[in-house]
């Protein structure tokens, strides 16, 4: 069965303590990507993976840090986090064929941030 | 400028009917992507459709459909024959230039509600 899985769902946690959310995908997809969700502003782009060890920034990359040494995962880095991080999360996996794509979300991890 | 434009916040139907999600887009390139997105209310994201700017006919998957009209910019999704699950808020995107993997741009969403 195709699945995007991230970890963890919820996480409540204190400025400037580092976490990682964990991305997998069991689809050998070779693009990947993280996006917050907010009220009002919508979905938007974090970062984006295009292959192994090639990433790139979306809309919003400050404060975040990606990596991609395996394809199946795509771990999101909070440094060092702040409120305005409070967010829903979704990890994205994506294969690209001809005229065809095929995507796939993880189920979201809710992050509060105080 | 807005990059992708959905004006209808909400929208009813009737269960059974047709409805059209209106989305306008703005982009200079040539090649680009438009995608529609359904988040239901336990709020897991779902693709549904894809048209890429090259694609002469109307992307379709199923019930749902893409009305593309290049020179007027507007990517809208058609939905046939209504269900009650259909019931959920829809992005549409846009992902600009050649790369698949490129950068997506959402649209506000519109909240569709089926009527039974």
């Known amino acids: 069965e195709a699945q995007v899985t991230q970890n963890p769902r919820y996480l409540i946690t204190v400025t400037g303590k580092k976490l990682t959310v964990t991305c997998s995908q069991n689809m050998n997809h070779e693009y990947m990507s993280w996006y917050r969700q907010d009220p009002g502003l919508g979905l938007r782009q974090i970062y984006y993976?295009?292959?192994?060890?090639?990433?790139d920034k979306g809309d919003v990359p400050e404060g975040y840090k990606v990596s991609r040494k395996e394809k199946r995962n795509f771990p999101l880095i909070l440094e060092s986090p702040s409120p305005n991080q409070t967010s829903l999360y979704f990890c994205a996996s994506t294969h690209f064929s001809g005229r065809r794509y095929e995507q796939y979300f993880g189920p979201g991890t809710r992050l509060t941030v105080t | 400028a807005q990059k992708i434009t959905q004006t209808q916040p909400g929208m009813f139907v009737q269960e059974k009917e047709a409805v059209t999600l209106d989305c306008t887009y703005d982009?200079?390139?040539?090649?680009?992507?438009l995608f529609w997105y359904k988040q239901p209310s336990s709020g897991e994201m779902i693709f549904l459709i894809y048209?890429?700017?090259?694609?002469?006919q109307n992307a379709t998957e199923g019930r749902y459909s893409l009305n593309f009209q290049k020179a007027r910019k507007s990517a809208n999704l058609v939905i046939s024959a209504s269900q009650l699950g259909d019931s959920a808020m829809y992005f549409c995107a846009m992902r600009e230039g050649k790369q698949a993997g490129n950068m997506l741009t959402f649209g506000g969403g519109t909240r569709l509600m089926v009527k039974p």
């Open positions: 048209q890429g700017s090259y694609d002469e």
């Open positions: 982009t200079s390139d040539q090649s680009y992507g």
């Open positions: 993976s295009m292959n192994v060890e090639v990433t």
